[in-house]
């Protein structure tokens, strides 16, 4: 069934809830193709159908015939938001090969027969926004990392990558870099800047992405403006017994910061262990939360057990906070055209990839934190963005990922100083209006 996205698309894939909808299915080869003139029946069931009897599926059905373009096309009112499974019936006449015959009787592998299909309506404050999958938090050689900007992003792009912020250590200087590089690449793919911000010392890792200039570097050149701030802040914190008051002011003026220069603040690897002990401490990781200090917790961390875990206590106790995955990578890996480094990554539903409607979607909760380490994906976050997550990551990102990683690779080449060939331009422009057009059609928008 897996391979069915690659045989069939189905526009629009994403509908709104309640409304009449002419959906049009489009076999992708001649292995799949229909016959003009056969009628083909289509089975719809509803994913969350209210159903007592499991002998009595609510089914509806519909009969088909293929139009000149060799397309089935039907109309239906999809109910509510939720996946609404599609299934094609071929019919008997259709289930032989061409040279059925003299191929001893030989019909058509099962896989040709009986397709699953999928569709799934979204209500009216989901309908309209798109899935963008990005990075938040990720590292070059101009830090502590191996790859360049360039490699580093078209690594990502080959993955399905819509958005990506390096966040080197110390400096915004490599996702800048990758800012100017590409800025004006024909491919749709949106460069954040990024940091890891350390100050006053390496011990406090915030990562900052989307503003307008690097918090590291103003605490450089207003050292002594920032140290007189969180003074001043110091003694209006309320804090539990224990808590560092120094530590913490500085935790809260760096996330104040990111806000002022434009960006988000992004709580990173809550129960990274250093040396046998986390190395921020639990009671720090739990007061911050309640206090909103963050825009985002990211939950993709190393001994992500407790971080989720947390994260569920948190929200038990009335703290919402959105949520972000990531990979933190110090290096990627071009021959996996699925995962260019374990970990997870962000899924953001925003109306469009501009900087302000991700930053704005991250900040509102429309975010997931999205678990990949090769044996598959775990999603986590609010129980609808979820189940549209699953249904993309079922029918959507296999495509997608495949138009995107011949994007990738041309990326990967894109000079870092002077203009690119015409050629490579070109080819790159033509393969990202491939990728494109395939999610034009998909969503419908």
Request: net charge negative; charged share 25%.
């Amino acid at each position: 069934m897996s391979n069915q996205v690659f045989n069939y698309l189905v526009t629009p894939s994403v509908v709104r809830a309640d409304a009449e909808t002419e959906i049009t299915i489009r076999p992708l080869g001649e292995n799949v193709a229909f016959v003009r003139g056969l009628e083909y029946t289509l089975e719809i069931r509803e994913r969350d159908a209210l159903c007592a009897r499991y002998d009595e599926f609510p089914t509806f059905k519909y009969t088909a015939v293929p139009n000149e373009a060799g397309e089935l096309k039907f109309t239906h009112r999809f109910r509510g938001e939720q996946r609404h499974t599609v299934i094609l019936r071929r019919p008997p006449e259709d289930v032989r090969s061409p040279y059925y015959e003299i191929n001893n009787h030989r019909n058509r592998r099962p896989d040709n027969v009986d397709a699953v299909l999928a569709v799934y309506s979204l209500a009216p404050d989901l309908y309209g926004l798109r899935c963008f999958k990005g990075e938040v938090h990720c590292h070059t050689y101009e830090s502590d990392g191996v790859q360049d900007a360039a490699h580093t992003v078209g690594n990502y792009r080959a993955a399905g990558y819509d958005f990506l912020a390096i966040t080197d250590h110390f400096t915004s200087y490599a996702s800048e870099k990758a800012k100017r590089v590409f800025a004006f690449a024909p491919v749709a793919m949106t460069l954040l800047l990024g940091e890891e911000v350390h100050v006053p010392t390496e011990r406090i890792h915030t990562v900052h992405i989307g503003g307008e200039n690097s918090v590291n570097d103003w605490f450089r050149a207003h050292r002594a403006e920032a140290v007189a701030e969180v003074a001043a802040l110091a003694p209006t914190l309320t804090l539990p017994d224990g808590i560092d008051r120094d530590d913490y002011a500085w935790r809260v003026w760096i996330a104040n910061k990111s806000r002022e220069l434009g960006g988000i603040a992004i709580l990173a690897h809550p129960f990274w262990i250093w040396e046998e002990v986390y190395f921020i401490p639990p009671a720090v990781t739990r007061q911050l939360l309640r206090d909103g200090v963050y825009d985002a917790l990211d939950l993709r961390d190393y001994d992500m057990e407790p971080a989720v875990a947390l994260w569920g206590e948190m929200r038990a106790e009335g703290v919402k906070i959105p949520v972000v995955g990531s990979t933190d990578s110090h290096r990627t890996d071009a021959a996996n055209p699925k995962l260019p480094a374990p970990g997870g990554y962000t899924f953001v539903f925003a109306p469009d990839r501009s900087e302000a409607a991700l930053l704005e979607a991250i900040r509102a909760g429309n975010s997931l934190c999205v678990r990949a380490d090769g044996a598959g994906e775990f999603i986590l976050g609010g129980c609808r963005l979820t189940k549209f997550a699953r249904f993309l990551l079922d029918k959507f990102y296999p495509v997608y990922m495949r138009l995107c990683h011949g994007q990738g690779a041309l990326m990967a080449d894109w000079p870092v100083t002077g203009e690119p060939e015409a050629k490579l331009a070109s080819l790159l422009a033509g393969l990202n209006e491939r990728s494109e057009a395939f999610a034009r059609e998909f969503y419908g928008y």
